[in-house]
């Protein structure tokens, strides 16, 4: 049953998976068997896929987006990629601030900001991507942790963005693990952001944003999560590499 007015976006993370010559396939693959899609669908590629994956969705229902974009307009900024080289070649979401990024790449909440407002400011659609550690939840401060991230992240983004701005709560102790969060945990923590943003907006903005949940996602336990009142989709790394275990989220997300 749908639960309620928003629609639910299902975006795959592939990570660093599939080359040009795989990707076609996986893309056509996944567009098939999405093709009763009642809800978003998004794939966020490696930058070398993106005009392959832009290729094999076009026409489709499939949205194509990378996983990560620099701050600034173009510059001496070795190995980055800008917001405006993403859209030229057909990207229209990215993922911002994921835990690898925090984790491995020295990702902060101040970059993560500058990357949010920079891909907003070109057009693109943003996945801002917040979540505790292990240890975090463990002391009692998630709420905090999630709570300080999309303030943060989201410092200076106007109200008449964020219709572009999607939130996925990844806890970084279910990503990859095969730990998932309880439904309960997700729905729970999916509804401190939304509180955070009736804060910091509005009600209207609170009840109006796509927040999703990710961290081990599957095709098993996708349709419990899916179910909960503040879980409005899904962002998924590994099941999202198998087109038919990708769709079977898609069509959860879809009921
Ligand atoms: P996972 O990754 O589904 O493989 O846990 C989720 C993510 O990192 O976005």
Redo the contacts with the bound molecule.
């Keep these: 049953m749908k639960k309620c007015a928003r629609r639910a976006v299902i975006a795959g993370?592939w990570?660093m998976n599939m080359t040009p010559s795989t990707t076609v396939k996986a893309v056509e693959d996944t567009v098939k068997l999405t093709a009763g899609a009642d809800c978003d669908v998004v794939l966020c590629v490696p930058f070398v896929d993106i005009v392959p994956a832009v290729k094999a969705a076009e026409g489709s229902h499939v949205k194509i987006g990378a996983q990560n974009v620099h701050y600034e307009a173009k510059g001496a900024f070795t190995g980055e990629i800008s917001a405006d080289m993403l859209k030229e070649v057909g990207a229209e979401y990215v993922i911002i601030g994921?835990?690898?990024r925090r984790q491995y790449f020295g990702e902060t909440d101040t970059t993560v900001n500058l990357r949010t407002k920079a891909a907003l400011d070109a057009g693109l659609k943003v996945i801002l991507?917040v979540g505790e550690l292990l240890e975090e939840r463990k002391s009692g401060v998630t709420a905090e942790i999630i709570s300080m991230q999309t303030k943060l992240d989201l410092a200076y983004v106007p109200a008449d963005e964020l219709k572009n701005v999607i939130i996925?709560y990844?806890p970084v102790w279910?990503?990859?693990?095969g730990l998932t969060a309880t439904a309960e945990q997700a729905d729970e923590a999916c509804g401190i952001i939304r509180g955070v943003i009736e804060t910091l907006y509005s009600k209207e903005a609170a009840e109006a944003i796509t927040i999703q949940y990710?961290?081990?996602?599957?095709d098993g336990n996708a349709a419990e999560l899916l179910e909960k009142v503040n879980v409005d989709g899904g962002?998924?790394?590994?099941?999202?590499l198998v087109p038919e275990k990708f769709a079977k989220i898609v069509e959860a997300a879809s009921k």
């Design positions: 993370n990570k994921h835990s690898e991507c996925a990844e279910a990503i990859g693990t990710g961290g081990s996602m599957n962002l998924i790394g590994g099941a999202s």
